[in-house]
Each structure stands twice: as C-alpha cells, then as structure tokens.
C-alpha cells in the first residue's frame, strides 16, 4: 500500500494535480503505476479519474480489494483500501501532501481579499450586481471593525504577518470608479487601506477617476495597482498586445502616484501562464485574479492572489459566511461550475443567463444567491 501511495505521489507532481483537479475533466485520462518491494509481485495498477471537482478517483487492482486514490479539490492526497469482503482497515489509510504546498480544505493561515468594483446609493441590482449600496459597503467595514479582524495594510496583503490558526482580509478595488474615493475616505477613518486597480485608459472619463483623483488616494496611503489600459481579456491577447496593455498602464500610473507600480489585477480574471510570464518581464510582482478562494502559503510563494467578490443585496450573515468561510468546499465547487458555464456558454451568453437568473431571483426574494 505504501508502495502505490509513494510512487503515485511522485508520478502527480504539483503542477499535475492542479491540471486535473482545478478543473473539470471531461475525458478520462489513466495514469498506471506499479507496486514494486523485495519478494513482492508486481501488481500494474491503473488509475482512472471517474468525477470531476475533486471527487475520489478509483484504481482497478487485481489485488484482493479495491483502492481508492482521493485528491481533495487541489493538492490532499489519500489512499484507502477495502477487502472484498467489505471490511475497511483504517490503518491502511495514508494521507500525505506534496512539499512546499498546503491542502485545499481547510486553510489553517489564510488570508480572505475581498473584491469590489464601485458603491453606489442604491447598488446596481440585476444590472450590474458587483455595485453595491452605500448602506452595504458600510455595514461590511463596520462589522469588519466591530468584530476585531485583521484588516491587513495593502503593502502587507501579500506576506500575510499572520500567526498560525489566523485570518486576514485585504480590501480591493477594481475599475477605478469615482466611488473609490468616498469609499477611501471611509477606510481612512477606520484606519484600514486597501489596493485600488485602474484601468488607465478610463481615466478623466464621467463616473471615473481622474488623474488627480488617483494621485490623491495614494497621498492618503492606499495602494494603486494596473487594471491593464483598456481593460481588455488579457489571455486573448498576443505579445505586443500585452506589452502595450501592461506597459502602458504601468508607466502612466508611475508617472501619477511617482512611485514603482507591481500590483495587477487581471480584468475579467482573463490571465494564463504566458500572461504572468509577459507581466513579470514588464516588472509587475504580485497578481489579483478573479478565483474564487481564500490564500495560504502556496499563494502568498507564487505571488498569485484569489479574491471573493461582493454583491448586491448580500446580508451581514451572508458578509459573514464569508469572512468564516463557511461551506468552503461547495463553493469553490460552486465557482467551477460557473467558470464551465462560461467557457461552454461564452462570455456574453453567460452574462445574459445570469442576468435573467438575478432577476428571477430579485422577483422571488432569492436574489441574493444568484452569482
């Protein structure tokens, strides 16, 4: 037993779990490996992926029994086997990580970055359901203060200073809406700062920061990072495009704020590996996507940050669902799904079902659920 678990372990190196388990498998792929040890043998076993999101993957032996190989959502590792005759030996089961990276499941240090994109009277309802009232947004930041969390300064958002068993936030915000600064001029009361991106090529336009605007949130102490120049779906793009996208925001925002700009929020969560590797050549550090998930060491080492985005018409209890992170599992599940929606769907497809559902559900009181 040991033998399998040991050789599976080496054969689903990290990079290779992230593949089958970030995402859902639509085909089965079959890994094979072999029981080998003195005097012993040698059992092929294959490994076939049967469910998506996590879910056990079961190997065939011709081995007295059965084996199950369960990946826990992203990188927990678990080896069970049952005797024909239905009996379980809780002993045979071996659970190890890989090094360097922390399980999925319960993210014992972890860092909570709440995403929001522009605060208006009333929210912005079916609309545009990431506005949320002015009551909402002040609600959240005085419960945030009531209840004693640990709101981290934006220079700190990426290592963390967390001690074991701790839980941080950090705040964001994205498309440099003119709400920004209100929004600002509360945190600064509350003695909290936050990251603000911008997408340079809004800037000076009705309902967006102005240049100036811009220069004086990062004369109170907020954080100004990139969101690109035109706000574009940066993994469509080719290399000159991503140059000028990346590049450009970044100089205009240095010569603003005449400090050094490494902070990117990738618009639409549109980024991949050759984004990163661009961004990083332009001078960029640190990354904000759009993935649903609280951080741990294996984000804060890759410099490669998930975020939860607010929206309209969610309670307090549901503020602090989430800050709890409560139902973990199902709603990174949840968030999955709903990145298969889009990829099967496409953009502007999904954005016109979830506009319908969010109405539907404002109609019937289940608004608030429909993400």
Avoid at 37 to 58: C, D, E, K, M
Avoid at 347 to 369: D, F, I, P, W
Wanted: proline content about 3%.
């Amino acid at each position: 037993m040991v033998f399998l678990l040991a050789e599976a372990l080496q054969n689903l190196q990290h990079k290779r779990l992230r593949r089958y388990t970030d995402r859902p498998l639509i085909a089965p792929r079959i890994w094979q490996s072999r029981c080998r040890g003195a005097n012993r043998s040698v059992r092929p076993v294959t490994l076939r992926p049967q469910l998506s999101l996590g879910l056990p993957f079961t190997a065939a032996s011709n081995d007295a029994g059965e084996y199950t190989i369960v990946i826990d959502c992203v990188n927990h590792i678990s080896v069970r086997h049952r005797r024909q005759n239905g009996a379980r030996g809780e002993r045979a089961i071996v659970s190890r990580e890989p090094r360097n990276v922390r399980s999925d499941r319960e993210p014992r240090v972890r860092t909570i970055i709440l995403m929001y994109h522009g605060v208006t009277a009333v929210g912005g309802g079916a609309a545009n359901m990431h506005r949320i009232s002015e009551r909402c947004f002040r609600e959240q930041m005085t419960y945030l203060k009531q209840s004693d969390y640990a709101v981290l300064p934006w220079k700190e958002m990426i290592g963390g200073r967390l001690e074991d068993d701790a839980t941080a936030v950090g705040l964001t915000f994205d498309d440099a809406n003119l709400s920004d600064v209100a929004c600002a001029r509360l945190l600064q009361l509350l003695g909290y700062s936050a990251l603000f991106f911008v997408p340079t090529g809004y800037l000076d336009q009705d309902g967006r920061l102005s240049r100036s605007e811009v220069a004086e949130l990062s004369d109170w102490g907020m954080g100004i990072g990139s969101h690109s120049h035109h706000h574009a779906q940066l993994a469509r793009l080719n290399d000159s495009q991503l140059e000028e996208e990346l590049g450009r925001s970044k100089a205009i925002l240095e010569e603003i704020i005449k400090l050094p700009v490494e902070h990117l929020s990738f618009p639409g969560g549109s980024y991949d590996a050759h984004v990163l590797s661009v961004a990083r050549k332009i001078g960029y550090r640190y990354f904000y996507t759009s993935e649903w998930g609280s951080n741990g060491i294996t984000e804060a080492a890759r410099g490669v940050l998930r975020r939860i985005p607010l929206v309209d018409g969610l309670s307090i209890e549901g503020f602090r669902d989430i800050l709890e992170m409560r139902d973990y599992q199902k709603k990174r599940a949840q968030f999955r799904l709903k990145e298969l929606a889009k990829r099967t769907l496409g953009e502007r497809n999904y954005l016109r079902l979830r506009r319908a559902l969010v109405k539907h559900g404002s109609a019937t009181g289940e608004g608030g659920n429909a993400a």
